[in-house]
Each structure stands twice: as C-alpha cells, then as structure tokens.
C-alpha cells in the first residue's frame, strides 16, 4: 500500500505538470513559444528530439514585460522553463514574486530589488498573474506574492514547479491592460 500511495503522489504531480504545460500552450503567441515547450517536454523525456541536430544552448527567453507606476520592470513567464529561469535564475531575493493560486500559470516578478512598491503596483502585478494563467477568463482569482526568496525549488521538481511560504493572498481580475 505504501508504494500504491507513492505512486498515487507521483501521478498526481505529473499531472498538475502536464496542466501547466497545456496551459501555456493556450497561450502561446509564436512558433518560437511552442518550440520552447517542445524542448521542454524533449529535455524531461517526454517527447523525443526531432531530427540529429545537436543541442544548442537556449537563448535567453523573452518574457512578457511592464513597466509599474515607479519604474519598475514586471515580468511575466510565458512557459514552465521561463518561469524558472525568471524564478530562480533572473529574480533577486527581495523581488516580488506572484502566481495565481493553486492554478496552472505565468510567474510573475516585479524586479524592485527590495524597493518600495505601491499597492497599485502590487494589484497590477496580481493582475497579470491571474491574466497569464488557467483562470484568465474568470473573475476574483486567487493571487499569491511573497519576496522571490521564500519561493523553494525542490529537488528533482518538474520545470516551473515550486514550493513557497509566508505569502499574502489578493483576490483579482484578471487584466493586462492596466498597465
């Protein structure tokens, strides 16, 4: 029964996995979005490599990018590997970082580097979250934001999955044009 629960826990992960990889190819805008899925899904194992070619090294995403109210630059993962580079490699500790709650989605992160940031900052921020994620057509979505260094990622988690603590809640619409 042990291995049976074990197992249950990995199904359920790898489906919350494939979510968001659905997810994100609903919002795909570019071939070239769709191929950083495809090379995504290639590097987990997946799907296999298309052709001989060698792998080369990615170049750097091109996220999605605001400006706030005090200049700040807000931006937004469009797949699970942007969203972890964004998370882990791009962001600075004192960061903000959002996600829609519970909800396959984009990470978002206003890189204030531990700068004040205003409330309408925060909701447009909140705003853009709940905008790149599962729930884009519903309204009051569950936001959560915490600074980039409470955000975890496991060992061993699949691209885009990540733990957090200490967070706020806000409840948006979802929006991009307020910014």
Known sequence: ?????????????????????????T??????????????????????????????????????????????????????????????????????????????GSHVIVMCRGGEVSEETIMNAAALAAANSKAADSSQVPVDYTPVKFVKKPNGAKPGMVIYTTNKTLFVNPTEESI
């Open 27 to 104: 919002r795909c805008e570019s071939l070239s979005e769709i191929a950083e899925i495809r090379e995504e899904l290639s590097l987990a194992g997946y799907i296999k490599q298309s052709g001989t070619r060698k792998k080369k090294a990615s170049a750097v995403p091109q996220f999605k990018e605001y400006k706030s109210g005090e200049g700040y630059k807000i931006l937004v993962g469009k797949n699970n590997r942007q969203n972890d580079y964004l998370t882990t490699a791009l962001a600075a500790k004192n960061d903000l970082w959002f996600h829609a709650k519970n909800i396959p």
């Open 1 to 25: 029964e042990h291995t049976l629960v074990a197992l249950t826990k990995k199904d359920e992960e790898e489906l919350k996995y494939f979510d968001s990889v659905l997810d994100s190819i």
